[in-house]
């Protein structure tokens, strides 16, 4: 990604499917729950920790016809090929993020503290998630030192 766009996004009317059903899916719906989205998960498993009745699951394999609706896709499989198949065959008008090539992808997530009326993001553009999430923890500690708030 050349140049990124940082934006946050209300979701809450979008339609925002999930291919994939292992940990990485697992902590994309719980972001994407805590947005007020109810998305539609394509898998033919789901991993521990997924709640059903949060979400649509289709209990397949990914199949274009599940996305052709959809607004948003992230491609979280363990399977690179498919990862790219799905943003290979998304329309110009579907933002997708294939967790497995952040180059090939429409966006990617930032770690995020929010509480209250306030909301900090950190990104390394995608090179580093584990760094990101460092940074996030210690941001989260010293806010919660110095102003006494809590931070999700």
């Not at 990124?4 to 994939?20: F, S």
């Not at 947005?35 to 394509?42: C, F, L, R």
């Not at 498919?82 to 770690?111: I, P």
């Amino acid at each position: 990604m050349k140049a990124p766009y940082p934006i946050i996004l209300n979701l809450t009317e979008k339609r925002v499917a999930v291919i994939g059903g292992g940990k990485v899916a697992r902590r994309k719906i719980k972001k994407l729950i805590g947005a007020g989205v109810k998305p539609t998960v394509i898998s033919p498993v789901l991993t521990e920790g997924i709640d059903q009745t949060k979400i649509d699951w289709i209990q397949d394999t990914y199949q274009r016809k599940y996305v052709e609706e959809m607004d948003m896709i992230i491609a979280c499989t363990d399977d690179r090929a498919v990862n790219d198949q799905v943003k290979a065959e998304a329309t110009h008008f579907q933002l997708v993020n294939n967790t497995s090539d952040k180059n090939n992808s429409d966006f990617y997530n930032l770690a995020t503290l929010n509480a209250d009326d306030m909301f900090i993001s950190v990104s390394t553009l995608g090179k580093s998630p584990s760094a990101a999430k460092k940074f996030k923890n210690e941001i989260k500690d010293w806010i919660n030192q110095k102003f006494h708030k809590e931070f999700e």
